[in-house]
């Protein structure tokens, strides 16, 4: 398995500023994805973090907007940028971890980053 | 593509009685199936998984799935409703062709009545 943490675990944010929210791996993964949770709903995943390169985003979100790095295979930070309340969330970061383990094709969760807009 | 649909946004059981809750899914390849539960205020904690091996699967807190081929179905059961088992439940699924990236239903949120 893999011990995922995420900061801020919470944050009040005034509209059209931007927050980075961090995810921290305690193992090497090869795969690291970031979801949105709106209030009320499921999750929707946003993209996929790519070490060393740009991520790869879902239809509807854009890179200006969820600006994501991957400097290495444990650690990555997406960037909710010029926000406005309808960004109020929880965004969660999910690792997959490859190999020939009976955790292959599985993701594991990180704890979330509640947002709040105002 | 792949799609997850979850009958029932909410289900009210008593406790002591049997948990059901319904997943169909779509995909034009193998699927990997997943329940995961998430507790208020917390991230998802994965249930039980289906990746192309047995079709009666077993997970934690005593919750089983069993995926039907033919009815494109992964419904999660639980014999015996405990007061903590109210939380919402996804389910999702992913393929090799989709690069493993899990699609959710809307989730299923479980009151558990006294």
């Known amino acids: 398995s893999a011990v995922i943490s995420q900061k801020p675990s919470r944050d009040i944010c005034q509209r059209g500023t931007s927050l980075t929210i961090q995810c921290q791996v305690d193992s090497q993964v090869t795969m690291m994805f970031w979801y949105r949770q709106q209030p009320g709903q499921s999750l929707t995943l946003i993209a996929t973090?790519?070490?060393?390169?740009?991520?790869?985003?879902e239809s509807g979100f854009v890179i200006d907007k969820f600006p994501i790095s991957r400097p290495n295979l444990t650690f990555s930070t997406l960037t909710v940028s010029n926000m406005s309340p309808e960004d109020s969330s929880i965004y969660l970061c999910s690792v997959e971890i490859a190999g020939g383990s009976s955790w292959m094709n599985e993701q594991f969760f990180g704890p979330g980053t509640r947002l709040t807009v105002l | 593509a792949q799609s997850v649909t979850q009958l029932g946004s909410h289900v009210s059981v008593s406790e002591g009685a049997l948990v059901l809750l319904r997943c169909n899914y779509s995909?034009?390849?193998?699927?990997?199936l997943f329940w995961y539960v998430q507790y208020p205020n917390q991230g998802l904690q994965l249930l039980l998984k289906?990746?192309?091996?047995?079709?009666l699967v077993k997970g934690i807190n005593g919750f089983e799935a069993e995926f039907k081929k033919s009815e494109t179905s992964f419904h999660l059961t639980k014999p015996s409703a405990h007061m903590s088992d109210a939380a919402e439940y996804f389910c999702?699924?992913?393929?090799?062709?989709?690069?493993?990236?899990?699609?959710f239903g809307g989730g299923t949120r479980v009151l558990v009545k006294p």
């Open positions: 973090a790519n070490q060393g390169s740009e991520a790869t985003y």
């Open positions: 999702a699924v992913s393929t090799k062709a989709a690069g493993n990236k899990l699609t």
């Open positions: 289906y990746t192309s091996a047995a079709t």
């Open positions: 995909s034009s390849v193998p699927p990997y």
